[in-house]
Each structure stands twice: as C-alpha cells, then as structure tokens.
C-alpha cells in the first residue's frame, strides 16, 4: 500500500524529455485549483540515491511551486528507469 510522504520539490528532479510535455496553461489552471481545493492528488516519484524522479505529476509538480510551495505531497514508488 502506498503511503504519502512530504518531499521537497527541490529534491525532486525531472527527466529531459519530460519537461519537454510541459504546458504552461494547464499549470496556471491547476494552480488555481490548488489555491482553491487543495492538493488532491499526489504526486509519483521514484528514489535515485539522494534524489527523486518524478513518474507521474509533472503540472502539479509546477503549480506547486509557481504558488511558492517548498514541499509537495508525493507517492515513493518502485518503477523502471527509462
């Protein structure tokens, strides 16, 4: 069962490629869910020594911290490196 942790976006890295798919609109509307409803739903990592990966969560990832945000609300999982 996965459990939510606290991580710091700092910490979190994302992949080249990834960022890439990044889409500007989408994080200032979700930003502007986040401020009204909160964080539904966590993001995915994954650990790299010292570091996370995101997996999934990239726009939440982004509007967590264009609103200032030093941590996020993220999943710790087990998936293959690309």
């Known amino acids: 069962m996965l459990r ?3 991580i710091k976006i700092v910490d979190v890295y994302v992949p080249t490629a990834r960022r890439k798919l ?3 609109e989408t ?7 986040i401020l009204e409803n909160g964080l ?9 020594g010292k570091r996370f990966v995101l997996v999934e969560g ?16 993220a999943y710790i999982v087990h998936a293959k490196r690309h």
């Open 22 to 24: 990044l889409h500007p």
């Open 27 to 33: 994080v200032r509307s979700l930003a502007e869910d």
């Open 4 to 6: 939510v942790q606290k």
């Open 40 to 48: 539904k739903t966590p993001i995915q990592v994954r650990e790299d």
């Open 58 to 73: 990239q726009h939440r990832l982004e509007a967590m911290n264009w609103l200032g945000e030093e941590a996020i609300d």
